[in-house]
């Protein structure tokens, strides 16, 4: 079974940067596509970012191209998300997910099987 852990939340301030890990464990991380997705306040949760089983591919919200980046260390089995310029709108329990089918669209909830938790970042103005 696999399992998904987020960390690296927290409280910024508009500008900052932060950066999130998400460990995997029971499972072979490396042949699974990760992504990134978000929930805010009163709002559906939403893609974010997706990293390919190997990172050689990456795909982003127009909402978050250009700030944030998305990296996997296959190694540690774990998947990052470097948010910079952080803005109050991205404010949101942040989740990551993995995909086990590498066919099919990568921004839709229903295309990934394991969620992690999620993780609280709140960017104050």
């Known amino acids: 079974q696999v399992q998904l852990a987020e960390s690296g939340g927290g409280l910024v301030q508009a500008g900052d940067s932060l950066s999130l890990s998400c460990a995997a464990s029971?499972?072979?991380?490396?042949?699974?596509?990760m992504g990134w997705f978000r929930q805010g306040p009163g709002k559906e949760r939403e893609f974010v970012a997706l990293?390919?089983?190997?990172?050689?591919?990456?795909y982003y919200a127009d909402s978050v191209k250009g700030r944030f980046i998305i990296s996997r260390d296959n190694a540690k089995n774990t998947v990052y998300l470097q948010m910079n310029s952080l803005k109050p709108e991205d404010t949101a329990v942040y989740y990551c997910?993995?995909?086990?089918?590498?066919?099919?669209?990568?921004?839709?909830?229903?295309?990934?099987?394991?969620w992690g938790q999620g993780i609280q970042v709140t960017v104050s103005s």
């Open positions: 990293s390919s089983s190997r990172g050689g591919r990456t």
């Open positions: 997910a993995l995909k086990l089918d590498y066919r099919g669209t990568y921004f839709a909830t229903y295309e990934y099987q394991y």
């Open positions: 029971g499972g072979t991380f490396s042949d699974y596509a």
